[in-house]
């Protein structure tokens, strides 16, 4: 079957082509009842844009890449649902692509989506990214970068986040509010603006209540369940006492979690346990696992208005935007009213 042109819409209905064309992309020189009659006919005729031609003609693809460390993780998962709900909303495909934690594999994303023309890159970094060469090359091409939840400052791009130093505060504060006065903080290896700010959180919610900072009780590991339950067993055998468990992440939480059941602690009573990000599995342990929401899907979202405010402004703005924590306290830390 032939394929519906532009020429064979404005044929059968005796009119330009042009008038087809701007009719059909709503030019506002084009009246509401011509554009109406263009589409009508676009429809009947069973009219597909040549997108590869349009690209061409304008220089865009209406394609964003959209590169996550891993889509494993609930967090990245609800993140990129956000992204896709504005994104198809303005007429953008998503090319997605996971890292996999891994530096050559990010570098190898990028290299793939400015080799795909991609119109915008929004992406969060990983854990190895420690040097921004791959960054600073989109930068150059002047394509908007927008970064989520782990940013990097020197960049001078869009950005979006939690509050991160909030949401450690409140996680301390609220174990505190529960009595604990030793507070073991999992924390990751690596220098990273969640990690340390969730750290920085922790330190002056301690301080901010009169409590020490004990540096034997900052553990630092991967982003593991594997984390909190080493951590654990090595001070169970130190014989270091603690009595409440903030970790930065949810893996590390569910690690320590199960190795202090299975050594017979109980959970909130001896040690309250608190996670970060509220992923999915964290009611479907026992007991449930409190942890802070960082507004997932409404990160994906603005992630997605940053870059089309990025796309429609020429100006250099870089703008930074802290989503509010959201303590979500639950049985693996409420201990008061416990009998």
Do not use: W
């Not at 005729?45 to 959209?66: C, D, E, F, Q, W």
């Not at 495909?93 to 795909?116: A, C, M, R, W």
């Amino acid at each position: 079957m032939k394929k519906v042109t532009i020429q064979d819409i404005a044929e059968s209905l005796n009119i330009s082509f042009s008038t087809v064309a701007r009719a059909l992309n709503d030019h506002p020189a084009i009246s509401a009842a011509t554009k109406k009659r263009v589409k009508e006919a676009a429809r009947r005729m069973h009219y597909h844009p040549n997108k590869l031609a349009s690209s061409l003609r304008s220089g865009k693809t209406h394609v964003i890449g959209v590169i996550v460390p891993s889509l494993q993780v609930g967090f990245f998962s609800s993140v990129v649902h956000g992204i896709d709900k504005v994104m198809n909303e303005h007429q953008y495909s998503i090319l997605l692509y996971q890292s996999n934690e891994s530096l050559p594999q990010e570098v190898k994303g990028i290299d793939t989506f400015l080799h795909s023309r991609v119109d915008g890159i929004i992406a969060s970094i990983t854990r190895e990214t420690a040097q921004f060469a791959h960054y600073e090359e989109i930068i150059k091409r002047h394509v908007p970068l927008v970064l989520f939840d782990r940013t990097v400052d020197s960049l001078h791009v869009p950005s979006v986040r939690v509050d991160d130093y909030r949401g450690g505060f409140l996680a301390t504060e609220h174990l505190i509010s529960q009595g604990c006065k030793r507070i073991l903080h999992l924390t990751a290896e690596q220098d990273l603006v969640i990690v340390t700010e969730r750290l920085r959180g922790y330190v002056d919610a301690l301080k901010a209540h009169g409590l020490p900072v004990d540096e034997a009780l900052i553990h630092r590991g991967p982003f593991s369940a594997g984390h909190g339950r080493a951590s654990i067993s090595e001070l169970l055998a130190a014989d270091v006492r603690f009595d409440g468990v903030f970790a930065f992440e949810d893996y590390s939480a569910l690690g320590a979690l199960q190795e202090l059941q299975e050594r017979g602690v109980r959970v909130p009573e001896d040690v309250a346990v608190i996670g970060f990000a509220n992923e999915s599995f964290d009611t479907l342990v026992t007991p449930h696992l409190s942890s802070v929401d960082q507004q997932t899907v409404r990160m994906g979202e603005i992630a997605a208005e940053l870059f089309l405010a990025a796309r429609d402004n020429k100006e250099s703005v870089h703008p930074t935007i802290l989503l509010d924590p959201i303590l979500i306290p639950r049985a693996s830390s409420l201990r008061r009213g416990l009998k």
